[in-house]
């Protein structure tokens, strides 16, 4: 079982006061940075803070701690170092990706989208219609928010180049079978690209086994600093055209980076994994760093999937809620999206007279709301939360919920 204590003397924040007495349930738009992060941020800062990759000392060693960090993040993920690499958000990496397959792309060609996902991983995808290709929809279902396998299918033939969805959308919270998805993509000819956007605060998935060519998810709803982290297998990288600078066309890291990366913040990154070594030791768990981070992933699912059903049976008992999205908890992410009968937005300011941090909107996942019948003015009240969070602060959050709505 998760030791949660200990969880939770790795971030600052819930030692602060300002923060006392809060229970921060809008999780999935930004988590709690872990205190080596910021250890390793701070450092960076302050005695690495000159050009990386330079002779002189304080040049290497910043440079070390760079190359380090998309060392030990692709090791936990399954993937070669050269195969992961950091962009300034995952919207800004996925734009950088959509162009080069307009350049490899030939007149006639298609890729699959779908209607499930937070505008980042579709938006750039379908601005290819305006080049000529050809975009298709992928559609879930409008009750359930489900995107059915057999609907894919239908869509998939040898035209399709790309298929883009979620690992698991950000208001629906199903998770979506990656393997056998890929494995469809993959028979038809077709490469894959996951947004584990998400997915990824929940525990990172071995990429290497699951078989995408491309996962995307956020560093900073990761325990991390701002940075978009993408994963881009070899033979994918190489045959699309570079994007970076001309000399660094044989980098496979810095293929799809075009302007040089934020040095601190990719330095810092490594503190996402040093926190990862952290809880896998204090809870006994060994191996490879892929197997580690395996069984930190279960490990963390099993104890959001314990807080989480007692959640999914209070709104799915109340009237006057829409769920969206699953009403089991072993099938979906901690994260609770709710129509109600009003906007989600003053719920949401309402909630924080309970001391429940929570969120209400849209959640750049305005296609999906529509897609549902709901009406993206009012949006819905979000609820989301990481394996930090105890049970007492969803018990908090269930009272405040019982004043609100």
């Not at 380090?68 to 070669?80: D, F, H, Y």
């Not at 997915?199 to 990429?207: E, I, K, R, T």
């Not at 799915?316 to 009403?327: D, H, T």
Request: aromatic share 8%; glycine share 8%.
């Amino acid at each position: 079982m998760l030791d949660l204590d200990f969880v939770r003397r790795q971030f600052p924040a819930f030692s602060q006061a300002s923060l006392k007495g809060q229970a921060f349930f809008e999780n999935a738009g930004g988590s709690y940075t872990c205190q080596p992060v910021i250890d390793r941020l701070t450092r960076f800062y302050t005695e690495r803070k000159v050009q990386p990759y330079a002779p002189y000392e304080a040049s290497r060693l910043g440079g070390a701690e760079m190359d380090e960090a998309r060392q030990r993040l692709a090791a936990m993920m399954g993937v070669a170092q050269d195969e992961l690499s950091f962009g300034p958000s995952t919207t800004q990496n996925t734009y950088v990706l959509a162009n080069a397959f307009r350049q490899f792309m030939q007149p006639g060609d298609a890729i699959i989208v779908t209607n499930q996902d937070h505008e980042a991983n579709t938006g750039p995808w379908r601005r290819l219609a305006e080049e000529g290709f050809e975009v298709r929809e992928w559609q879930i279902d409008p009750e359930s928010g489900h995107l059915e396998l057999a609907k894919l299918e239908a869509l998939l033939d040898e035209r399709v180049r790309l298929v883009c969805f979620p690992h698991c959308s950000n208001v629906v919270g199903e998770i979506n079978p990656v393997v056998e998805i890929t494995a469809l993509a993959h028979a038809a000819g077709a490469f894959v690209c996951v947004d584990g956007v998400s997915y990824a605060p929940h525990g990172l998935p071995n990429v290497g086994l699951m078989g995408p060519d491309i996962y995307l998810f956020s560093a900073y709803k990761t325990y991390g600093p701002h940075q978009g982290i993408m994963v881009m297998r070899r033979a994918l990288g190489e045959t699309l055209p570079n994007q970076g600078h001309y000399f660094n066309a044989a980098s496979l890291y810095k293929r799809f980076t075009p302007a040089g990366p934020d040095h601190a913040q990719v330095a810092a990154s490594a503190g996402m994994a040093d926190y990862a070594d952290a809880l896998a030791a204090h809870h006994g768990l060994e191996g490879s760093a892929a197997e580690r981070a395996s069984a930190l992933h279960d490990l963390m699912r099993a104890h959001e999937t314990r807080l989480l059903q007692p959640l999914l049976d209070y709104v799915s008992a109340k009237n006057s809620v829409r769920l969206i999205g699953p009403s089991a908890a072993a099938g979906r992410a901690p994260t609770v999206a709710l129509e109600l009968g009003q906007a989600g937005e003053p719920v949401a300011a309402a909630l924080a007279e309970h001391g429940v941090m929570a969120g209400g909107g849209d959640f750049y996942a305005v296609r999906a709301l529509k897609a549902m019948g709901v009406d993206p003015d009012k949006g819905v009240l979000r609820l989301s939360f990481v394996h930090y969070t105890s049970e007492a602060e969803v018990q908090q959050l269930l009272e405040a919920l019982d004043h609100v709505l």
